[in-house]
């Protein structure tokens, strides 16, 4: 049975940011798995409010880049930047951090988890590869090499773990408590972790992978800590 679906227990309420797009299909894809690891999601952008005070568990989910500002970078002519969901987003973490509510960080929330921790960015790392490629896709045609370890290594029960991509910005240095829980073969940060704050970011898009039972072990486990910190 999946957590949160017994008889006697209701589903862990599980907000949700994105773009407030009509047509957004990292939200469904979201959405989908949170409900297959047996939580209920709640939408969350500029255009669908909801009280933090009702959640219990955040996923910060991926989309345009993170301006510069919040990292002391340099904005970028061609950069697609959203600065109130920026601001949403970084009270939502601060609001997570301070009440203790495992958070889960896709692509850009991510990276966002990690600078509200203090930590950088690479702005673009594009020019800097050399072992992997710049095409982005939804497919898992990269691969992530997990610490061993780690927490995200356990929890998906191998080092080795074929992912998707579809950014440019990466995790330059980690946040405060934050660790490096996998690299992709340019070692870049591709995962970071802390197991005290139950807090994941991987760097790929999970959603976009809901048909592989691994991937799907990342939304089961924020489910599971939703449930547990009750």
């Known amino acids: 049975m999946a957590p949160g679906t017994g008889s006697n227990q209701r589903k862990p309420r599980i907000g949700v940011t994105g773009n407030h797009r009509s047509w957004s299909p990292s939200w469904y894809s979201i959405q989908l798995a949170v409900?297959?690891?047996?939580?209920?999601?709640?939408?969350i952008s500029v255009s669908h409010k909801h009280d933090p005070a009702d959640l219990e568990g955040i996923i910060i989910s991926g989309g345009d880049d993170i301006h510069p500002s919040l990292y002391g970078g340099d904005a970028m002519a061609k950069?697609?930047?959203?600065q109130p969901r920026d601001e949403l987003e970084a009270e939502l973490i601060h609001y997570a951090l301070q009440h203790g509510l495992p958070m889960l960080g896709i692509c850009r929330g991510s990276q966002l988890i990690n600078v509200a921790l203090n930590g950088s960015l690479h702005g673009d790392?594009?020019?800097?590869?050399?072992n992997t490629s710049n095409f982005g896709t939804i497919l898992p045609r990269?691969?992530?090499?997990?610490?061993?370890?780690?927490?995200?290594a356990k929890l998906?029960?191998?080092?080795?773990?074929?992912?998707?991509s579809l950014h440019h910005q990466a995790v330059e240095k980690t946040g405060d408590g934050l660790v490096v829980a996998a690299l992709d073969l340019d070692h870049f940060i591709q995962a970071v972790e802390c197991q005290q704050r139950n807090i994941i970011g991987v760097q790929w898009h999970p959603e976009y992978l809901v048909y592989q039972a691994k991937q799907r072990?990342?939304?089961a486990w924020l489910v599971e800590k939703a449930v547990s910190a009750r």
């Open 142 to 152: 990269k691969t992530a090499l997990l610490e061993s370890g780690s927490g995200l």
């Open 156 to 164: 998906v029960e191998t080092n080795v773990l074929r992912i998707n």
């Open 217 to 219: 072990r990342l939304f």
């Open 79 to 82: 950069a697609n930047y959203d």
């Open 35 to 43: 409900r297959l690891a047996g939580g209920l999601p709640h939408r």
């Open 125 to 130: 790392i594009r020019q800097q590869r050399s």
